[in-house]
């Protein structure tokens, strides 16, 4: 059973230029989270996402960040016209369907963007 | 006022000894508790909950004050190996808000 996947591992980018990170569940996970983490600092949640439906997006900056979970393929976390401020590591993490109760969430390897 | 509080360290202590650190969390809503473990450069990865009367996995020990709203993590007999970054992690009631503390660095020295 393959863990959570994000792809790529290392985006590299130029200012304005957009960055698109992937993210699959593990089989069987309907949800799934994204944060970012700046270096040296902890996680940031920015968005949590259910199959087709953003179910809380509270963390995420109001411009140029948006996060889709269609109902096939990974999830999609799309920055568009990047500055070197968002150069940071994105993590996805995903858990089994919830029965409002907080599930174990497992997380991918990370992408590391780099903003130049 | 930070949600989630931690001391970020560095804590620096030889092997064998025993280490413990805070998260303090400010909403009294908070329902769950977690410690996660993150390596350098790693994904992190849940170590243990955080029940109200406390609990044990071999080394470790996690309790929960709510009256204090904090929880702790005891480290007993360290080894090199525990050497990271441990983050709490609040949950608040309705399952959706989630959130980090910035982590403590724990490092073990031979």
């Known amino acids: 059973n393959a863990g959570v996947m994000q792809n790529p591992r290392h985006l590299v980018r130029r200012r304005g230029q957009e960055a698109r990170l992937r993210c699959s569940p593990m089989?069987?996970?309907?949800?799934v989270y994204w944060y970012r983490q700046l270096p040296e600092e902890g996680l940031k949640f920015m968005v949590y996402l259910q199959k087709e439906n953003i179910i809380d997006e509270s963390g995420m900056p109001k411009e140029r960040f948006s996060a889709e979970f269609p109902k096939e393929g990974p999830s999609i976390l799309r920055i568009q016209q990047v500055v070197r401020g968002d150069s940071a590591a994105y993590f996805c993490?995903?858990?089994?369907?919830?029965?409002?109760?907080?599930?174990?969430?497992?997380f991918g390897p990370g992408t590391r963007l780099t903003v130049l | 006022r930070k949600e989630v509080e931690q001391d970020p360290g560095p804590f620096n202590v030889p092997e064998g000894a025993t280490v413990a650190f805070n998260c303090t969390y400010s909403?009294?809503?908070?329902?769950?508790f977690f410690w996660y473990r993150q390596d350098c450069r790693k994904e992190p990865k849940l170590l243990m909950s955080v029940y109200s009367s406390g609990n044990e996995d071999g080394r470790f020990t996690a309790q929960l004050n709510r009256a204090s709203q904090y929880i702790s993590l005891l480290i007993r007999d360290s080894k090199l190996s525990d050497s990271a970054t441990y983050l709490c992690v609040v949950v608040y009631s309705s399952a959706s808000k989630i959130i980090f503390g910035s982590g403590t660095r724990l490092s073990i020295r031979p």
């Open positions: 993490a995903s858990s089994p369907q919830s029965s409002g109760s907080y599930n174990e969430q497992f």
């Open positions: 909403n009294s809503a908070s329902q769950s």
């Open positions: 089989k069987g996970h309907s949800h």
